[in-house]
């Protein structure tokens, strides 16, 4: 069963302007961790944020916030103020503190910041 | 600059061949995972150790096989390539805590011919 779910391909932002990634997640922990990831054309994995499942606030790094809704099962990210540097794939990752640690990814958006 | 270095960054063989990928993880983190990343399957976990031992297993072939060194430097070891293994191999390194940001490493590209 897909346990994290992206359903936007690719997106398109204007500079300046803010974006929300979506992504959705399965699990029947009540104990988890959700993480968004940034990947840019050169390939490497950046850690952005991370949401723990018993967190009452939302996250947020900077420009990064997560849009926590624990009963829709949602972690949607959501970056203010767009830079031509944010052009990049973004993957939703999630761990289940029961059983096994491993991150389980989704199949990642592909985010465009046009000028 | 994330800690975590992986050698090399690319590997061009042919199939049938073995091949063996490197990585050191940040200081002081004694988690490391390897994940595989293509086109088709996306990011799939293949295997985690802690402190020399193996912790879990993902979507790892028995072809591939992987360990950590007492220096908890770790090698991943892939035999009898196919093509399909043509990816980009990433490693991963934690502290194993709830709350554990996994730094990456750059990957190795794999290509098999």
């Known amino acids: 069963a897909q346990k994290i779910t992206q359903t936007q391909p690719g997106m398109f932002v204007q500079e300046k302007e803010a974006v929300t990634l979506d992504c959705t997640y399965d699990t029947s922990d009540q104990s988890y961790g959700l993480f968004w990831y940034k990947q840019p054309s050169s390939g490497e994995m950046i850690f952005l944020i991370y949401q723990g499942s018993y967190d009452e606030q939302n996250a947020t790094e900077g420009r990064y916030s997560l849009n926590f809704q624990k009963a829709r099962k949602s972690a949607n990210l959501v970056i203010s103020a767009s830079q031509l540097g944010d052009s990049a794939m973004y993957f939703c990752?999630?761990?289940?503190?029961?059983?096994?640690?491993?991150?389980?990814f989704g199949s990642g958006t592909r985010l465009q910041v046009q000028p | 600059d994330s800690g975590v270095t992986q050698t090399p960054k690319h590997l061009i063989t042919a199939t049938g061949q073995r091949v063996t990928l490197r990585c050191s993880p940040r200081?002081?983190?004694?988690?490391v995972y390897w994940y595989q990343q293509s086109l088709d399957q996306g990011l799939q976990f293949l295997i985690q150790y802690y402190n020399g031992e193996e912790r879990a297993k993902g979507n790892i072939l028995e072809r591939f096989s992987a360990q950590q060194f007492p220096d908890l430097h770790s090698e991943l070891n892939l035999s009898s390539l196919e093509l399909g293994d043509s990816a980009l191999y990433f490693c991963a390194s934690g502290r194993d805590s709830r709350d554990e940001k996994l730094f990456f490493g750059s990957g190795t590209q794999l290509s098999v011919l």
């Open positions: 200081s002081g983190d004694l988690s």
């Open positions: 990752a999630m761990r289940e503190y029961t059983g096994r640690r491993a991150l389980t």
